[in-house]
């Protein structure tokens, strides 16, 4: 089995993954937010505490981060873009998607984010990691329905 890096997101890197950008999430973005992809990947690399990408095969499958909402809230705003190349390498996608929320977790005592009702592999995906979510609602600039999605760090003993 394929096995997947975690590697920093390089301000290089963009061009060439930009193009790779799976459609439901392009559509989420570009579509649905109004914001043009390249920008969108740009602002996630520059505003994350970290961002990276998943690499398999020497193939980007996705790139990744976490922003900081609120530091006097502890809420974090966890985000992924995936590229065509995910629906080859599931399994070496998803075996780094938990340790990374975990990583997320320790910088956050909340996690928060919206996504597209129509984006069903990513809400699937959300569920699997964990992630809690509301009733749809209109969001964007469109007014489209998104649910917001949300986990928070396991309390102290």
């Keep these: ?7 920093p997101l390089r301000a290089e890197d963009i061009a060439a993954i930009e193009p ?3 459609q ?5 973005i570009t579509e649905a937010l109004g914001i043009p992809m390249l920008q969108a990947l740009h ?7 970290k961002a ?13 981060g976490d922003a900081t909402y609120s530091l006097l809230g502890g809420v974090g705003i966890p985000w992924l873009i995936s590229t065509i190349h995910v629906e080859r390498y599931p399994r070496a996608f998803l075996a780094v998607c938990r340790p990374e929320v975990a990583e997320m977790l320790e910088r956050h005592a909340e996690l ?4 597209d ?7 699937r995906w959300l569920r699997w990691l964990g992630f809690e979510f509301c009733e749809p609602e209109p969001y964007g600039p469109k007014g489209m329905m998104f649910q917001r999605f949300w986990m928070r760090r396991a309390p102290c003993a």
């Design 24 to 28: 439901a999430d392009r559509d989420e």
């Design 112 to 115: 928060v984010n919206f996504v």
């Design 52 to 64: 990276s990408r998943i690499v398999v095969g020497g193939k980007v499958v996705a790139v990744f």
């Design 117 to 123: 009702v129509r984006n069903t592999v990513a809400i």
């Design 1 to 7: 089995m394929a096995r997947a890096e975690v590697l």
């Design 43 to 49: 602002d996630g690399l520059r505003n994350s505490t």
């Design 20 to 22: 790779l950008v799976r």
